[in-house]
């Protein structure tokens, strides 16, 4: 029998693969005058993705857009997997997985709508935003009390941290 108690999940978990709109965004897309798309990242995010990143956590993007925000955001992050415009994200999954030389039950797959759902149903944890579709949330091992683009991301990172016994100070002193 698989296991389903979250923490038992969390123990096991070595990498960590997004959605990003809805997930580190707010879902919002803005356009500028010149047709330019603009995107909303959340600092607390972004700080759980560093932290991650300097606890050894491997990282992935795997987004259905094709926006060069997605690059920018995985440079500054340092985030080397990433797949875009992304039809099949269970197989984006499964391609990370290799890549990274990791288990599907060693990965976090976290999303919110329901484009996400095969690539959840592959991972061997899922997570959603608190304001993820209903379909995603009733899938989810993992439901934060933060929304898309507000801090999500960094709940999820702050407990795998947690679940590993790693202080998120000591963490940060790391190169």
Not at 12 to 18: K, S, T, V
Not at 23 to 50: H, Q, Y
Not at 117 to 137: D, F, H, I, T, Y
Not at 145 to 162: C, F, K, T
Request: proline fraction near 3%; hydrophobic fraction near 45%.
């Amino acid at each position: 029998m698989a296991e389903t108690d979250p923490a038992s999940l969390l123990r096991r978990i070595r990498a960590l693969a997004m959605d990003v709109d809805g997930v580190l965004t707010d879902g919002g897309l803005w356009w500028g005058p010149n047709g330019e798309e603009w995107k909303r990242f959340c600092f607390a995010d972004i700080m759980g993705v560093s932290l991650a990143r300097r606890a050894g956590l491997i990282m992935a993007l795997i987004s259905g857009e094709d926006s060069p925000l997605v690059d920018r955001y995985a440079s500054k992050m340092h985030i080397a997997f990433v797949a875009k415009s992304c039809r099949d994200k269970a197989g984006a999954l499964k391609e990370f997985a290799t890549s990274a030389r990791v288990e599907l039950a060693e990965i976090c797959y976290m999303g919110d709508d329901i484009n996400d759902l095969a690539a959840m149903e592959l991972a061997g944890l899922s997570a959603a935003p608190s304001n993820a579709s209903r379909e995603v949330l009733d899938q989810a091992h993992m439901v934060t009390q933060s929304p898309g683009g507000n801090g999500a991301v960094r709940e999820v990172i702050d407990a795998l941290l947690a679940a590993k016994d790693l202080n998120t100070r000591e963490v940060l002193a790391r190169p």
